[in-house]
């Protein structure tokens, strides 16, 4: 029990240095002028969005978050599984909640198409601190009723069966 507490947290904390080592190839650096996403409207200032009302005259752009929609590339994907289905509706609430408060302050964390399969559910998102927001949020609210296995590029999140829980 302890030692899977603490490989729990291990984990945890290699994803959280991974989350903050990680260059975004969606977000050149360098590219430092002034400008708005003529998609979702959040600007850009010194490398920084925010939701800003846009001045009128930024240049308009596609912002790395309203790219990867476009191109259908999230940066993580949570899948979701296991004896997920009677959770369904509590999780589902949980990620819109952590979605609203991120995105607020962070425009380009933003949770993309969640894909609902039969054994699985798939939330892509645009960035990694989101991902890793959300996993905090599922490990605070079930525990010991989950399985998390973290990898570069997913997450899985298994939700066990009565029997098998730690
Ligand atoms: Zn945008």
Not at 6 to 20: D, G, I, Q, T, V
Not at 96 to 107: D, S
Not at 131 to 139: E, N, Q, S
């Amino acid at each position: 029990m302890r030692h899977h507490a603490s490989s729990r947290a291990l984990a945890f904390a290699r994803a959280r240095k991974a989350a903050h080592t990680w260059v975004d190839p969606y977000r050149p650096a360098g590219k430092l002028y002034p400008a708005a996403c003529g998609q979702c409207g959040a600007t850009e200032w010194q490398g920084r969005w925010r939701w800003d009302e846009p001045l009128p005259d930024l240049p308009r752009v596609l912002c790395p978050a309203c790219e990867r929609i476009r191109d259908g590339v999230p940066a993580h994907v949570l899948e979701l599984t296991g004896a997920l289905p009677p959770r369904w509706n509590e999780v589902r609430g949980m990620i819109g909640n952590v979605e609203r408060a991120e995105v607020a302050e962070h425009p380009l964390e933003r949770v993309m198409r969640v894909e609902v399969r039969d054994d699985r559910v798939l939330v892509p998102t645009t960035g990694l601190h989101i991902a890793r927001r959300l996993v905090a949020a599922l490990v605070r609210r079930f525990r010991r009723e989950i399985r998390i296995t973290f990898g570069d590029h997913a997450t899985t999140v298994e939700w066990l069966e009565p029997r098998r829980r730690a």
